[in-house]
């Protein structure tokens, strides 16, 4: 069973645990009953207009306002007055800084009457939140390797998108619980499965460790358990603002668990299926997914060209408006080598390292759409991706935090990023999608990359900003 598998896309999994009080530090937050307030509301943007002392703001320079907003196809409302003189005139969507900026600016011009307009500028904590381990979450901020997260956070955090993690199912991590739907167990051996049956509504992790030889000649070393689907799932939506663990990407987001790798790996049959049922689409033998996704992750993949099955799913699904992320691969090698990430239509993500060159082990080429942090930890433990993890080498045991590094790891960046941007504007579709996302990423070098990482470094605030008044 060595070929059909399709191997998770992470190396070195876990050197360290951090976190091993995180029971314990979710106990002392609810004993001191503390409500951690949303500081940042989801934002549509607004301008402060004040007038001279002397002047009011009347209707007609009201509609000439608004006639100037509807130029860049937004509409505007007077809010309220503010103290000293202003008035808030909130619009209808989000616009990018500069055509905010320049709106401002012409509608100052106006009228003489008009002392001064200028946009309701979104403060956000300089601390991104308050999440124990944020401050080790340097991917998310950093200037050199980070995905300006700060920035997306003032427009959206994916309120109301469903993200399917299709891996290895999930533990209810304590950081996690809350932003999961209920998934779905499609891993259809049970020699893979190790939960006594074959397909069933239980997308838990159960373990995917092997024993020596279990697997195949090429991969012929015991393996401990990786708790894969439970990292990425935290990139992706870790709670935020709880006062413990980290935070994810997309906090506002929903994660669907779609459970299709266990021992030794996952089938492509399995994995299909799972694709397909993750985007609200009919599978036989299965209830009907009550919570279709807007976004599929896929951190797994095998060094083959893509399989006429695969492309067929993802072009079924891509047709329903939901796109479709992988991992490029670990293997320093051309991404188009690689199944499903070298398949037509999909959001092909390699690694970056924590000053925003590309991993060591990625795979890259001219069919990467971006790159995004998936660390190295040959560098430093602390320079891996921190999120959600299991102390169990085996069967599970408790909620603790680690360092991974991969392309695994990068995909979900992007694919919680991809949330953001649908949140603002869930008309986009999937093509529209990966153009704005490789048309806002921050170039690298070519020094940096050699054989391409696409439009560069995923940016989380430029590719949102994009989304909000794309078409
Ligand atoms: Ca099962
Ligand atoms: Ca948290």
């Not at 469903?162 to 049970?190: I, Q, T």
């Not at 015991?222 to 935070?247: F, L, Q, R």
């Not at 999909?346 to 060591?360: D, L, P, Q």
């Amino acid at each position: 069973m060595n070929q059909p598998l399709c191997r998770t896309l992470a190396l070195a999994a876990m050197v360290a645990l951090l976190g091993a009080g995180l029971a314990t530090q979710a106990q002392a937050s609810a004993r001191s009953g503390r409500v951690h307030k949303e500081t940042v509301p989801e934002f549509s943007g607004g301008l402060i207009v004040r007038i001279k002392s002397d002047a009011v703001l009347d209707e007609r320079l009201i509609a000439r306002a608004r006639a100037l907003a509807a130029r860049h196809n937004v509409s505007l409302a007077q809010l309220r007055r503010l103290a000293r003189g202003g008035h808030l005139m909130q619009l209808d969507k989000v616009l990018p800084h500069s055509v905010l900026r320049q709106l401002a600016d012409e509608i100052a011009m106006l009228d003489e009457r008009i002392d001064y307009v200028e946009p309701d500028v979104v403060m956000v904590p300089m601390g991104l939140s308050n999440d124990k381990h944020v401050g080790e979450q340097w991917n998310l901020t950093e200037a050199a390797g980070g995905i300006d997260l700060a920035g997306a956070w003032a427009m959206s955090r994916g309120a109301g998108v469903v993200v399917a993690v299709v891996d290895s199912g999930v533990r209810p991590h304590v950081d996690l619980m809350p932003n999961l739907l209920p998934g779905y167990d499609f891993v259809s051996k049970r020699a893979v499965a190790r939960d006594g049956d074959g397909r069933d509504p239980q997308a838990w992790d159960e373990g995917n460790w092997s024993t020596a030889g279990q697997c195949s000649t090429a991969h012929g070393d015991p393996d401990d358990s990786s708790w894969h689907g439970t990292h990425i799932a935290g990139t992706i939506a870790a709670v935020s603002n709880n006062g413990i663990g980290v935070t994810g990407i997309a906090p506002k987001a929903k994660v669907l668990p779609v459970r299709v790798s266990g021992r030794c790996g996952a089938y492509t049959s399995d994995i299909i299926d799972g694709m397909v049922w993750a985007a609200g689409l009919p599978v036989q033998g299965v209830p009907t997914n009550p919570h279709p996704a807007r976004v599929i992750n896929l951190s797994l993949g095998s060094v083959n060209s893509c399989s006429k099955a695969f492309q067929a799913a993802i072009d079924a699904v891509r047709a329903v408006g939901t796109v479709v992320v992988a991992a490029a691969g670990n293997s320093d090698i051309d991404v188009s080598r690689i199944s499903p990430a070298g398949c037509r239509g999909v959001i092909a993500v390699a690694a970056s390292t924590r000053e925003g060159a590309k991993a060591y082990y990625s795979n890259f080429g001219r069919h990467i759409t971006v790159a995004a942090p998936g660390g190295d930890m040959v560098q430093a433990a602390g320079n891996g991706i921190l999120s959600t993890y299991n102390s169990g080498t085996r069967r599970p045991a408790t909620d603790v935090l680690a360092y991974m590094q991969g392309t695994s790891m990068a995909a979900p960046h992007v694919a919680a990023v991809a949330a953001l941007m649908l949140s603002v504007n869930p008309r986009l579709e999937p093509d529209r999608v990966q153009s704005l996302l490789k048309g806002s990423a921050r170039p690298i070098p070519p020094a940096q990359c050699r054989g391409g990482c696409g439009g560069g470094l995923v940016d989380a605030a430029a590719a949102v900003a994009a989304a909000a008044v794309a078409p």
